[in-house]
């Protein structure tokens, strides 16, 4: 059996929040089609909702609007909600404890950043043991600077679902899992 692990689909993450992501909203649709489903079936599934209080943040900020679970995807009763303060989805939270007590051995991850959370959650997960798939279109990025050089967000994505693809992660979108 897998477990879906849903990360960071935050208002804060949209058209008007302090962090828009390109492509959220239509990811945010897959991720809600996926959760829809692993509702229908019983399976388990993981909320994730990053909390920024370091200081000096400027998005997710506690009791904020902005990081509030999207409605796209919000929990339902008595399903679990994990609140975290890192990229790691696993760093100082009871994630793993969580999933071990239902003996799950594979994750099917989306959300957001690509770049950031998604990676770091992922490549943690995998260390901890588990299988993960990451479904590339129900997840979101921006653009990112280097060197002066702007990155697009599509590169960015592309690069990172790469690099999980190399040893992390099966790369599906979310068609191709639907359809399995």
Do not use: W
């Not at 489903?37 to 009791?63: D, I, K, N, Y």
């Not at 790691?88 to 793993?96: I, K």
């Amino acid at each position: 059996m897998k477990g879906l692990l849903l990360v960071d689909v935050q208002n804060d993450y949209f058209p008007a929040g302090r962090m828009e992501l390109q492509g959220m909203v239509p990811a945010s649709e897959r991720a809600s089609r996926l959760l829809q489903e692993f509702r229908r079936r019983g399976f388990p599934l993981f909320h994730v909702q990053h909390l920024s209080t370091r200081p000096g943040a400027t998005f997710f900020l506690p009791g904020t609007p902005g990081s509030e679970i999207h409605e796209s995807v919000r929990p339902a009763a008595g399903e679990l909600l994990v609140q975290k303060h890192f990229p790691n989805s696993f760093r100082q939270t009871p994630l793993e404890s969580h999933l071990q007590s239902v003996g799950l051995k594979e994750l099917v991850i989306c959300g957001a950043m690509s770049h950031m959370c998604i990676d770091a959650t992922t490549r943690a997960a995998f260390d901890f043991g588990f299988g993960c798939t990451v479904i590339e279109d129900a997840c979101a990025t921006r653009d990112l600077q280097f060197k002066g050089e702007k990155i697009p967000a599509a590169a960015v994505h592309a690069s990172f679902m790469s690099a999980l693809a190399s040893t992390y992660a099966t790369i599906l979108s979310a068609d191709a899992f639907l359809a399995s």
